[in-house]
């Protein structure tokens, strides 16, 4: 990643320390950079959104926040706290490190609803949506997702499955979210026996 983005992620650090975000971020911006690579988009809009995207967490306290996320919990009032913070600090960090004002605001309002607007705006805001979902099918995720939402992880798998046609935009996210899930499912033994390799 170039040294822009590095700067941009050192300053999102601080506000990436709570619900594992900064390994949740770093996962998901290496998604990102597959996307790009495969669909187009513009980098200079999506890396900056992909790592700065959940900096809201950090105004949502903790017991908070696991009731606006996860399988049976979508208290969006407690979402939107954390896209409307987020935006707001995204945009504080941009001014700081220099970045190119013609491109906050493009970066700036896919980050302010990017959990909550069901389509996306353009492919920049498609590439965000879906590396920020791609990081639930990785093995990483799986190590965390499991235990926060205490559910087991082979059971957690499958209920990804039933995700994939439903949650990602681009063909490279549906063809990423498959191969993933077809390695966590090989891993905790429930891949389907007649399943073919994607
Ligand atoms: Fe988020
Ligand atoms: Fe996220």
Redesign the pocket.
């Known amino acids: 990643m170039e040294p822009t983005y590095l700067r941009i992620f050192e300053r999102a650090k601080a506000f990436l320390d709570t619900r594992d975000?900064e390994l949740?971020?770093r996962i998901?911006s290496a998604f990102a950079e597959r996307l790009l690579d495969a669909e187009g988009g513009d980098a200079r809009v999506v890396l900056p959104a992909?790592l700065l995207?959940?900096v809201g967490?950090k105004s949502v306290p903790e017991d908070l926040q696991l009731k606006a996320f996860g399988p049976g919990h979508n208290d969006m009032t407690i979402n939107r706290i954390h896209e409307v913070e987020g935006a707001k600090i995204a945009r504080r960090l941009l001014e700081e490190v220099g970045y190119d004002p013609k491109l906050i605001d493009e970066i700036v309002e896919i980050i302010l609803e990017?959990?909550s607007r069901t389509k996306a705006l353009s492919l920049n805001d498609a590439i965000v949506k879906d590396s920020?979902k791609l990081?639930r099918f990785s093995a990483e995720a799986l190590q965390v997702d499991p235990k926060r939402f205490r559910i087991d992880p082979g059971v957690h798998t499958r209920w990804l499955k039933l995700q994939i046609d439903g949650w990602f935009i681009t063909e490279t996210g549906k063809r990423l979210a498959r191969q993933e899930q077809r390695q966590r499912a090989v891993q905790f033994g429930v891949a389907d026996p007649d399943e073919e390799d994607v």
């Open positions: 975000n949740h971020t998901a992909i995207h959940d967490w990017h959990d920020d990081w």
